[in-house]
């Protein structure tokens, strides 16, 4: 399986609103409601924000949200602050028990 | 509270083997996947393969089927990623990470093992 595509990076100032879009194909994103992503901030692990297309874990900001349409699932950050600042992945499940994950991008936040 | 708690960096040399752990507690251990995913140096994620505890039953990356071995001692709840010919291509950070069912997201994350494979 590929590796999902999204875009290398992102930058936007505080307070505006930013989408970060992840495409994959008919064989994972376009099959399956199962598109989660995960925020990096350095040196950490990654922290689950976005399950199942567009649902929030408890204790993550209502300012995260995701949705899908098609092969391409998007991640939207509502008034970024500097906190948001790290790399973030998109993933979906591939069938056959595997799993693909994004790239990976980059927020600026300026 | 659920922790994954991976054993230390490792550095070695290519053609050695190696063995890094992931111990799971705060939930019981067999009843949930465990699996491990990569970071290879200015890459993105990678999903390498999960184990379900209980049975070991194991699924792979097709891309990486041979190259590791995923195993699991649910006596001690531990899970393990094995390498019997260490590669340079393998130095990376290995997370251990804990699916919602074998299909789906990971909800926790072991903290990291750096490993470090030199020529």
């Known amino acids: 399986q590929s590796a999902l595509t999204q875009p290398a990076s992102v930058s936007e100032s505080p307070g505006q609103s930013i989408t970060i879009s992840c495409t994959g194909t008919t064989s994972d994103v376009g099959s399956y409601n199962l598109v989660s992503w995960y925020q990096r901030h350095p040196g950490k692990a990654p922290k689950l924000i976005i399950y199942?297309?567009?649902k929030r874990p408890s204790g993550v900001s209502y300012r995260f949200s995701g949705s899908k349409s098609g092969n391409t699932a998007s991640l939207t950050i509502s008034g970024v602050q500097p906190e948001d600042e790290g790399d973030y992945y998109c993933c979906s499940y591939a069938g056959n028990f595997a799993v693909v994950f994004g790239g990976g991008t980059k927020l600026a936040v300026l | 509270e659920v922790q994954l708690v991976q054993s230390g960096a490792e550095v070695k040399k290519a053609g050695e083997s190696l063995k890094i752990s992931c111990k799971g507690s705060?939930?019981?251990?067999?009843?949930?996947?465990i699996g491990w995913v990569r970071q290879m140096p200015g890459k993105g994620l990678e999903w390498m393969g999960i184990?379900?505890?209980?049975?070991?039953?194991?699924k792979y990356n097709p891309s990486l089927q041979g190259q590791v071995t995923i195993s699991a001692d649910k006596s001690i709840s531990t899970a393990y990623l094995h390498w019997s010919s260490l590669k340079a291509s393998d130095t990376a950070i290995y997370y251990c990470?804990?699916?919602?069912?074998?299909?789906?997201?990971?909800?926790?994350w072991g903290q990291g093992t750096l490993v470090t494979v030199s020529s």
């Open positions: 705060g939930y019981i251990f067999t009843d949930y996947w």
């Open positions: 184990i379900y505890p209980a049975d070991s039953d194991t």
């Open positions: 990470v804990r699916p919602v069912g074998a299909t789906s997201y990971f909800d926790y």
């Open positions: 199942d297309v567009s």
